[in-house]
């Protein structure tokens, strides 16, 4: 089943929230924050075998920690909202393999997101973010969008995310508009393997 909390204005919830989820192939959430987090508190976590979420772009402040009951979830939008933080359990969310997240205000990757060992496709850009060392966990990423953050620095694992695609036509990984130091933007352009070898020449540095 698939919930979509953008797509209408108000929440019905005489009609929406009865409807059965074998039947239910959409469902619209009110823009409205405090329905919206009832919503998700109540009918939402009812549906055990939830695969895909979108709640974006609803002003949403906050994501209740029952999300992470829908331990079925392989896609979540939580894009173009006001969020701050994330709850902690969302790391439950083993299944999860799409995660969006851009346009919020948010200040750093909490540690439980970088035990979501089944992430393919991570977008973090439009926030405030800086990247812990723990996202270098995250081996099975094909894509990372960080554009537009307040990055200074990489992990110096993060070379190590070797599924990254900085193929010719398409770049997986985006850092425009981030205030990067280490490694410089250069060096970032040339993907995984070139900043693999510039974090390893520093160390060789820092040996001498």
């Known amino acids: ?7 209408r204005r108000e929440l019905h919830t005489s009609r929406d929230l009865n409807t059965s989820a074998e039947k239910q192939r959409h469902f619209s959430l009110s823009d409205h924050c405090s329905l919206l ?8 976590t009812a549906q055990e075998n939830l695969t895909c979420l979108y709640v ?9 920690a029952e999300i992470g009951t829908l331990r079925c979830l392989e896609r979540l939008t939580l894009s173009n909202n006001s969020l701050s933080s994330l709850p902690a359990e969302m790391g439950a969310l083993q299944r999860l393999r799409s995660l969006h997240l851009a346009n919020n205000s948010l200040t750093e990757l909490p540690a439980p ?19 812990p060392e723990d996202v270098c ?3 099975n990423l094909h894509t990372l969008w960080l554009g537009n953050n ?3 620095s990489l992990p110096a694992a993060f070379g190590e995310l070797v599924n990254l695609d900085w193929g010719y036509n398409y770049c997986s990984c985006n850092f425009e508009g981030n205030p990067l ?11 995984p393997e070139g900043i693999r070898d510039y974090f390893s020449s520093l160390c060789r540095i820092w040996r001498e």
Request: charged share 25%; hydrophobic share 35%; aromatic share 2%.
């Open 150 to 152: 307040h990055l200074r």
């Open 181 to 191: 130091e280490s490694p410089p933007p250069e060096v970032c352009s040339r993907g």
């Open 1 to 7: 089943g698939t919930l979509d909390g953008s797509r």
């Open 37 to 44: 987090i009832a919503a998700v508190r109540g009918h939402v």
């Open 56 to 64: 974006d772009s609803n002003n949403l402040k906050e994501i209740p």
């Open 137 to 139: 966990l995250l081996r």
């Open 113 to 131: 997101l970088c035990q979501l060992r089944s992430l393919t496709f991570l977008d973090v850009s439009d926030n405030k973010i800086s990247l």
